[in-house]
């Protein structure tokens, strides 16, 4: 079984101011060819072996939720965990780099990764929603998700959508289910204009979103599948607040060095990306 490694550029992954501040308005900036194509190749094949069950580091990821139906998305959390090919794509400096510019951290950490597999024929909907949401054990929303296309991203292939703006509109209820058939929006404030910004990109191109930034995908009406391995980062700065129930919540305990409440995230459950060489 071989392993790839991604050998990281500062300079290309350096953004332009107007990059940052265009962040802040519209809550995503998208990172073309981050991935080049024989580094998707070298994914792809590795997040198989991890859907098939073969796990090169001789541990699973932290959670699995297979398909039950064929129409079913397969979501593997922590397959960094699992797989080096996968652990050295996800905690990517050429990832912490750009997510530390973006919201403007000293330092990022790995909150958790996921695998993405979205059918083709019908795969389903997953409902609108904001990632922090289901993150309040970090007690501050400095988070970002990088979302790495595995596949182009196509109209019909259920790309993902952002709504604009909306990370500046404070925090949503959480929806029902995250996947399903209903495409259903939050009912936005009078007056706030929605502006959809489908992500329709080749693969090896990232796209990065704010924490508060609401958005879903529609079902994959191609004949292809729709795969994507997501970063969910954090600031190095953010701090531990228990309550809302999460794997890492358990899975941090696994260990004696995690954070006490209101202390910074630390220990194994939580890798640095960026900077490489900090602590
Ligand atoms: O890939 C999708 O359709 C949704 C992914 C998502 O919600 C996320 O990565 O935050």
């Given at each position: 079984m071989s392993t790839t490694t991604f050998p990281f550029d500062l300079a290309s992954t350096t953004l332009p101011r107007e990059a940052i501040a265009l962040f802040g308005e519209r809550g995503y900036h998208i990172q073309p060819s981050v991935y080049s194509a024989a580094e998707i190749d070298a994914i792809n094949a590795a997040a198989d072996r991890v859907i098939g069950g073969l796990y090169d580091k001789g541990q699973p990821p932290d959670c699995r939720m297979d398909r039950q139906e064929p129409v079913d998305?397969?979501?593997?959390?922590?397959?960094?965990?699992?797989?080096?090919?996968?652990?050295?794509?996800v905690l990517s400096p050429r990832l912490g780099y750009i997510a530390a510019q973006l919201?403007?951290?000293?330092?990022?950490?790995?909150?958790?990764?996921?695998?993405?597999?979205?059918?083709?024929?019908?795969?389903?909907?997953?409902?609108?929603?904001q990632d922090w949401a289901y993150w309040?054990?970090?007690?501050?929303?400095?988070?970002?998700?990088?979302?790495?296309?595995?596949?182009?991203?196509?109209?019909?292939?259920?790309p993902m959508v952002f709504l604009e703006g909306t990370q500046r509109l404070g925090i949503w209820t959480l929806p029902m289910g995250i996947t399903?058939?209903?495409?259903?929006?939050?009912?936005?404030?009078?007056?706030?204009?929605?502006?959809?910004?489908?992500?329709?990109?080749?693969?090896?191109?990232?796209s990065f979103h704010h924490g508060l930034l609401l958005h879903g995908s529609d079902r994959n009406f191609s004949s292809s599948r729709r795969r994507a391995l997501v970063s969910h980062v954090m600031s190095a700065e953010c701090t531990y607040r228990p309550g809302q129930e999460h794997m890492n919540d358990w899975k941090m305990k696994e260990t004696p060095d995690h954070p006490a409440p209101g202390e910074k995230f630390c220990g194994p459950q939580f890798p640095r990306i960026w900077p490489v060489s900090a602590a």
């Open positions: 998305l397969i979501k593997i959390d922590n397959t960094w965990k699992a797989d080096t090919t996968m652990a050295n794509a919201i403007q951290a000293p330092g990022i950490l790995m909150w958790h990764d996921q695998l993405l597999d979205k059918p083709p024929h019908g795969g389903r909907v997953v409902t609108y929603h309040q054990m970090i007690a501050e929303c400095r988070t970002v998700t990088c979302w790495i296309a595995l596949d182009d991203v196509l109209p019909d292939s259920g399903g058939d209903d495409a259903q929006k939050p009912a936005l404030p009078a007056g706030f204009k929605i502006r959809e910004a489908p992500v329709i990109i080749p693969k090896g191109s990232v």
